[in-house]
C-alpha cells in the first residue's frame, strides 16, 4: 500500500483500471494507500504487544468491512480485481471476528 502512496495513479489504474483525475482524488487514494499501510503494520506491531492486540483487530476488521460493503454496495462490484480484494478483506474479517470471540 505504500506503492499506493507514492504512486497513486499508477496503482489505481493497474488495480481497478480507471485513471484518477483531479487532486481531491490524487489525495485519497494516497490517504487510502496510507491507512492500510498504518492497520497493516499496527496488526504486526499487535502480534507483539498483546496489550493492544484486540483494539487492533477491531479496528482492521472495522476498515476491511467498509471496504467490503464499499465494493458490493457500489458498482465497483463489477471489477474482478475489487471483488477479489473484497472477497479477501471479507474472508480477514470472519477470521478476526472468530479469533475475537475466543475460537
Do not use: N
Not at 463489477?78 to 470472519?94: E, K, N, T, Y
Amino acid at each position: 500500500m505504500l506503492v499506493q502512496f507514492i504512486v497513486p495513479s499508477w496503482t489505481v489504474r493497474h488495480t481497478f483500471g480507471e485513471v484518477l483525475s483531479g487532486a481531491a482524488s490524487i489525495a485519497l487514494a494516497r490517504h487510502w494507500g496510507l491507512l492500510l499501510f498504518c492497520v497493516g503494520a499496527l496488526l504486526i506491531y499487535s502480534a507483539f504487544h498483546p496489550a493492544l492486540r484486540e483494539s487492533a483487530v477491531v479496528l482492521a476488521s472495522i476498515e476491511k468491512a467498509g471496504f467490503v460493503a464499499c465494493v458490493f454496495g457500489t458498482s465497483l462490484r463489477r471489477r474482478p480485481i475489487a471483488v477479489i480484494m473484497a472477497v479477501g478483506d471479507a474472508i480477514m474479517v470472519l477470521i478476526y471476528v472468530l479469533y475475537l470471540v475466543g475460537l
